[in-house]
């Protein structure tokens, strides 16, 4: 995600639902500007992540062995990253974890930004 491989303003939108989780903290500006260069202006961005502070380090993962790192990070400063890459953040939502048969137990958020329509 830091040099996709797209022209410049290719993309009308980008779902990324827990795209950014094991992406750690100090490479997420240069992702986030990338994704706002190959969206058109105007371009729509959701962006999914679980919500905390924490770095979890996973032995396993479906009953396979993997060594894996998943990233925790704080809506306001996923909103500053954002914001400072030229999206305009339109809606953050929050939400508490389903039920433990269902999904990890962790706060999600959710949040709705827009590319500028000039850079």
């Known amino acids: 995600m830091i040099a996709l491989n797209l022209p410049d303003g290719r993309l ?5 639902f827990y795209a950014i989780v094991n992406i750690p903290k100090g490479s997420l500006p240069s992702v986030f500007q990338e994704m706002e260069r190959v969206l058109q202006p105007g371009g729509l961005l959701l962006l999914a ?11 396993e993962l479906w009953g396979r062995p993997i060594s894996m790192d998943f990233f925790l990070f ?6 500053r990253y954002l914001e400072a890459a030229g999206f305009i953040v ?10 433990p048969e269902v999904e990890y137990q962790s706060r ?9 329509n000039s850079t």
């Open 74 to 79: 704080r809506p306001a400063e996923i909103r």
């Open 12 to 16: 009308a939108g980008i779902s990324a």
């Open 90 to 99: 339109e809606e953050v939502l929050e939400r508490e974890p389903y039920a």
């Open 108 to 116: 999600r958020a959710y949040i709705f930004a827009r590319r500028r």
């Open 49 to 59: 992540f679980h919500i905390g502070d924490e770095i979890l380090h996973e032995e």
